[in-house]
């Protein structure tokens, strides 16, 4: 004997006001639907899908494979800093060929400690007089600095001298303009054109911009479908493998994985019959697999967190961490591109508008950049990878001739400034197996006049700011002995794929490597 059940199913709601309901939202408005719904499936592990066959699903769909390029970092001064001359040398032909002494004046050097005295003259792991037989150009020579510049000051003391004995660089002589984020001057797109790519993301930026810094990009370059993800701290970090609570229930991100692809499974034979085209079904299905593949291989947010390696604590401890931002999201960024989870990272740094009528302002910020620069050098060392590193500011300062005498000015010459006519840029390359080797070029590409300005005249990146962004892309590409490629990686580059172009622009030589 069954007992009736006549209460009255709850109905939805009608509204005389409204029409009958033909979309979702008016479905779920009204009640008719609900908003989520269990499915019920077979047993999870006649579900399990091998391991093989979820990372080859995860390449195919573009969650990063195996990064084969050479990571890399932008450090971008926003406001205008001084790279050239009071930092890194430059001449009229190679770092050390003379410019005139108002020259050296404009670009903040007394008269009586310019780079004519070697005792001035410093590499990054030695001053010239320490070895009067190496010399800028040399198989065993770096990048020339002055040797009291506050940048190679702050780099020495996070780089160890094994490191910087590994390290190259290059100084880029092009103008740019003034205290202004509208200069393409970040080549991090053309980086990713020519093969870098992470685990994770393929750029990261710690500014929410195009550029994921300050400066903004060559558009002849942009690609919508790499925009620099931002991640400027740990925790920023930690968010890109967010995995909800599903691992920590399961406790294993194995069998989390398992259950992923279980709802993919089963998703996607929903998928089969919706009225879209493959390209559509593919893009939903692939959405699903990268999921499962995020689960399976980065369940664990602690493997990203660059406060948990020791790699990077000892380079950068806790403390600073939490207390000096430069450090801090240097710090993150070279975690994420030396383990490959990015291919590609910019750092951010703000206030190199430093002209406030004093030198230790610019001191004190030129040096804590060093800093960044020197730690994910050491970083990197430390990890046994190599790292290119491109600096870059918008425009620069230049002095009126007048010293400051206090503790931190150290008798140097004031930035008056703005002065666009004195920028360059700087790209170090560090390989672990050795000191990368330089091209004919040298350590210098373009050159500076007896006045201490930029040389526009006959240079092709002297004061066109895209075209230096190209250069950039172009050395990247010598590094991977892979310039042949130029043309197919960089189709919007002014510069051309001519030999007689290239060669004059190209300062480094292909890494061992990279035969």
Same mark, same amino acid.
């Given at each position: 004997?069954?007992?009736?059940?006549?209460?009255?199913?709850p109905e939805p709601y009608r509204y005389p006001d409204h029409p009958?309901?033909?979309?979702?939202?008016?479905?779920?408005? @009204?009640?008719?639907?609900?908003?989520?719904?269990?499915?019920?499936?077979? %047993?999870?592990?006649?579900?399990?899908?091998?391991?093989?066959? !979820?990372? @080859?699903?995860?390449?195919?769909? &573009?969650?990063?494979?195996?990064? #084969?390029?050479?990571?890399?970092?932008?450090?971008?001064?926003?406001?205008?800093? +001084?790279?050239?001359? %009071?930092?890194?040398?430059?001449?009229? =032909?190679?770092?050390?060929?003379?410019?005139?002494?108002?020259?050296?004046?404009?670009?903040?050097?007394?008269?009586?400690?310019?780079?004519?005295?070697?005792?001035?003259?410093?590499?990054? #792991?030695?001053?010239?007089?320490?070895?009067?037989?190496?010399?800028?150009?040399?198989?065993?020579? &770096?990048?020339?600095?002055?040797?009291?510049?506050?940048?190679?000051?702050?780099?020495?003391?996070?780089?160890?001298?094994?490191?910087?004995?590994?390290?190259?660089?290059?100084?880029?002589?092009?103008?740019?303009?003034?205290?202004?984020?509208?200069?393409?001057?970040?080549?991090?797109?053309?980086?990713? +054109?020519?093969?870098?790519?992470?685990?994770?993301?393929?750029?990261?930026?710690?500014?929410?911009?195009?550029?994921?810094?300050?400066?903004?990009?060559?558009? %002849?370059?942009?690609?919508?479908?790499?925009?620099?993800?931002?991640?400027?701290?740990?925790?920023?970090?930690? &968010?890109?493998?967010?995995?909800?609570?599903?691992?920590?229930?399961?406790?294993?991100?194995?069998?989390?994985?398992?259950?992923?692809?279980?709802?993919?499974?089963?998703?996607? %034979?929903?998928?089969?019959?919706?009225?879209?085209?493959?390209?559509?079904?593919?893009?939903?299905?692939?959405?699903?697999?990268?999921?499962?593949?995020?689960?399976?291989?980065?369940?664990?947010?602690?493997?990203?967190?660059?406060?948990?390696?020791?790699?990077?604590?000892?380079?950068i401890s806790a403390g600073e961490f939490g207390s000096v931002g430069?450090?801090?999201?240097?710090?993150?960024?070279?975690?994420?591109?030396?383990?490959?989870?990015?291919?590609?990272?910019?750092?951010?740094?703000?206030?190199?508008?430093?002209?406030?009528?004093?030198?230790?302002?610019?001191?004190?910020?030129?040096?804590?950049?060093?800093?960044?620069?020197?730690?994910?050098?050491?970083?990197?060392?430390?990890?046994?990878?190599?790292? *290119?590193?491109?600096?870059? +500011?918008?425009?620069?300062?230049?002095?009126?001739?007048?010293?400051?005498?206090?503790?931190?000015?150290?008798?140097?010459?004031?930035?008056?400034?703005?002065?666009?006519?004195?920028?360059?840029?700087?790209?170090?390359?560090?390989?672990?197996?050795?000191?990368?080797?330089?091209?004919?070029?040298?350590? @210098?590409?373009? !050159?500076?006049?007896?006045?201490? +300005?930029?040389?526009?005249?006959?240079?092709?990146?002297?004061?066109?700011?895209?075209?230096?962004?190209?250069?950039?892309?172009? =050395?990247?590409?010598?590094?991977? =002995?892979? *310039?042949?490629?130029?043309?197919?990686?960089?189709?919007?580059?002014?510069?051309?794929?001519?030999?007689?172009?290239?060669?004059?622009?190209?300062?480094?030589?292909?890494?061992?490597?990279?035969?």
């Amino acid at each position: 004997m069954s007992k009736r059940n006549d209460r009255k199913k709850p109905e939805p709601y009608r509204y005389p006001d409204h029409p009958r309901p033909v979309t979702r939202r008016q479905f779920l408005a @009204q009640g008719f639907i609900s908003g989520a719904a269990w499915i019920a499936g077979p %047993s999870l592990l006649g579900l399990f899908k091998s391991q093989e066959a !979820r990372a @080859q699903a995860a390449i195919d769909c &573009g969650l990063g494979g195996p990064n #084969s390029r050479l990571p890399f970092m932008v450090f971008d001064l926003g406001g205008g800093a +001084s790279i050239a001359g %009071s930092n890194v040398l430059v001449g009229t =032909n190679t770092q050390l060929d003379p410019l005139s002494a108002e020259g050296y004046v404009k670009m903040g050097l007394p008269t009586d400690r310019t780079p004519a005295d070697p005792a001035f003259v410093a590499d990054l #792991s030695q001053t010239i007089t320490d070895d009067p037989l190496i010399l800028p150009g040399d198989p065993g020579f &770096g990048l020339a600095f002055h040797s009291e510049s506050a940048l190679l000051r702050g780099i020495r003391m996070r780089a160890s001298e094994t490191t910087l004995q590994r390290t190259s660089g290059c100084v880029f002589c092009a103008r740019s303009d003034n205290d202004t984020g509208n200069n393409p001057h970040n080549p991090i797109y053309g980086i990713a +054109s020519a093969g870098a790519d992470g685990a994770l993301l393929t750029l990261a930026g710690t500014e929410a911009s195009d550029s994921g810094g300050r400066s903004t990009i060559p558009m %002849s370059m942009f690609d919508p479908t790499v925009r620099p993800t931002r991640v400027a701290s740990p925790n920023e970090a930690r &968010g890109l493998i967010d995995t909800g609570k599903l691992v920590e229930l399961l406790d294993d991100p194995a069998d989390a994985a398992a259950v992923m692809a279980a709802a993919e499974a089963i998703s996607g %034979s929903k998928t089969a019959r919706i009225p879209e085209t493959d390209l559509v079904k593919s893009l939903i299905d692939c959405a699903y697999e990268e999921t499962t593949d995020l689960v399976a291989n980065f369940g664990n947010p602690d493997i990203i967190d660059p406060t948990l390696d020791l790699d990077v604590t000892g380079v950068i401890s806790a403390g600073e961490f939490g207390s000096v931002g430069e450090l801090r999201r240097a710090g993150t960024v070279a975690k994420l591109v030396l383990d490959d989870f990015a291919g590609a990272g910019t750092v951010e740094f703000g206030g190199y508008d430093y002209h406030d009528g004093t030198r230790a302002t610019g001191e004190r910020k030129d040096e804590i950049a060093g800093q960044a620069i020197g730690a994910a050098l050491e970083i990197a060392a430390r990890k046994n990878r190599p790292l *290119v590193i491109y600096l870059l +500011s918008d425009g620069s300062v230049a002095s009126d001739g007048q010293a400051d005498n206090s503790v931190d000015g150290d008798g140097k010459l004031v930035w008056r400034g703005d002065n666009s006519s004195t920028a360059s840029t700087m790209m170090l390359v560090f390989d672990p197996d050795g000191r990368p080797g330089l091209t004919t070029t040298g350590n @210098q590409v373009g !050159r500076f006049r007896l006045s201490g +300005s930029v040389e526009t005249d006959n240079s092709l990146i002297g004061d066109n700011v895209t075209a230096l962004s190209y250069a950039v892309v172009l =050395n990247y590409l010598a590094l991977h =002995n892979d *310039v042949g490629s130029m043309g197919t990686v960089a189709p919007g580059s002014p510069l051309g794929t001519s030999p007689a172009v290239l060669d004059p622009l190209t300062a480094f030589a292909p890494l061992p490597r990279f035969p």
